[in-house]
């Protein structure tokens, strides 16, 4: 079995972040200009992959360390600053983050602050395989300048892994160009 750590990592905090910002329901729309966003991440991980320990105890011991330095990989890649471009239409800010997700009884959603200059939010979940807490802080300046943290602690049986991302953007221009929604610059 051939795990992904970096992949499954982000998802699982692309998947948390979303559920977040769509499900808040006292959200303010974002002083966001239109156009094309540079964003950088500085993530750090720490800890081990929450995997169930039914799971693990399921693998072979060679399973199981190819696994877990296929993960150990993974990691290493994941704790790399990655720069994208991002197109904020008009439609996306108006949407509020709104992507569509569905509610997940697992979780509760708090909004601590939401207005045109701040979005601070935080989500805990428990289901049986684990507990997931996300904490979401941006700032924005002028329409042109964000910085924020986004901060999740993923919890399995005795198993924590911690990931604490530093997040900057800046708006570049009115233009978005050839990017369509967000490209990663290589």
């Not at 081990?48 to 011991?61: F, G, H, R, V």
């Not at 108006?94 to 935080?122: M, Q």
């Not at 289901?127 to 996300?134: E, F």
């Not at 924005?140 to 910085?147: A, E, L, P």
Request: include cysteine; proline fraction near 4%; glycine fraction near 6%.
């Amino acid at each position: 079995m051939r795990i992904c750590a970096r992949s499954l990592a982000a998802a699982t905090l692309v998947c948390a972040l979303i559920t977040v910002l769509a499900e808040a329901a006292d959200l303010v729309k974002p002083d966001i200009k239109p156009g094309l966003w540079e964003v950088t991440t500085h993530p750090q991980i720490s800890g081990q992959m929450p995997i169930p320990e039914d799971q693990l105890a399921k693998m072979t011991p060679e399973q199981r360390a190819r696994m877990e330095a296929a993960m150990q990989s993974g990691m290493t890649n994941a704790v790399k600053p990655r720069v994208y471009k991002e197109c904020m239409t008009a439609e996306k800010i108006a949407k509020g983050f709104d992507t569509g997700a569905h509610d997940d009884a697992s979780c509760k959603k708090n909004v601590i602050a939401s207005s045109r200059s701040e979005l601070h939010l935080r989500e805990d979940c428990s289901r049986p395989d684990g507990k997931t807490t996300v904490d979401v802080h941006f700032q924005i300046s002028g329409g042109t300048q964000m910085t924020g943290t986004i901060n999740a602690v993923m919890s399995s049986g005795s198993r924590t892994m911690t990931m604490n991302s530093k997040v900057q953007g800046k708006w570049l221009g009115a233009s978005c160009g050839s990017v369509k929604d967000e490209e990663l610059e290589k």
